[in-house]
């Protein structure tokens, strides 16, 4: 079974940045999908950053400019830097992965069939 592990959440102040980190067991080749995903109180899950198996990213204009999202096929890991954080992107965050090699869904989260568990951030 795929399984996925975010770590590296927390607080940070406002101008801050954080590195949140996803581990993905249970793989036998990198997913052809994967993305970032935040959740704040009262509101819809959202897409943030989107990779493909072939390196094309994609983000939401949101973040755009502020966050990178990258992978360490070696450790099996999918990373997203976030920089100048402000209280807006205070929200859980999980990574996904599609078992479909159609990754046209970028941000969408349905598209999505894998998830963590997620990882607090809160930003003051």
């Known amino acids: 079974d795929v399984q996925l592990v975010e770590s590296g959440g927390g607080s940070v102040q406002s101008g801050g940045s954080l590195r949140l980190s996803c581990t993905a067991s249970?793989?036998?080749?990198?997913?052809?999908?994967m993305a970032w995903f935040r959740q704040a109180p009262g509101k819809f899950r959202e897409g943030i950053a989107h990779?493909?198996?072939?390196?094309?990213?994609a983000y939401a204009d949101s973040v755009k400019g502020r966050f990178t999202i990258s992978k360490d096929n070696s450790k099996n890991t999918l990373y997203l830097h976030m920089n100048s954080l402000n209280s807006e992107d205070t929200a859980m965050h999980y990574c996904?992965?599609?078992?479909?090699?159609?990754?046209?869904?970028?941000?969408?989260?349905?598209?999505?069939?894998?998830w963590g568990q997620g990882t607090q951030v809160t930003v003051s």
């Open positions: 249970g793989y036998t080749a990198s997913p052809a999908c």
């Open positions: 996904a992965t599609a078992s479909s090699s159609d990754c046209t869904w970028k941000l969408v989260p349905s598209a999505y069939d894998n």
């Open positions: 990779l493909e198996r072939g390196g094309d990213e």
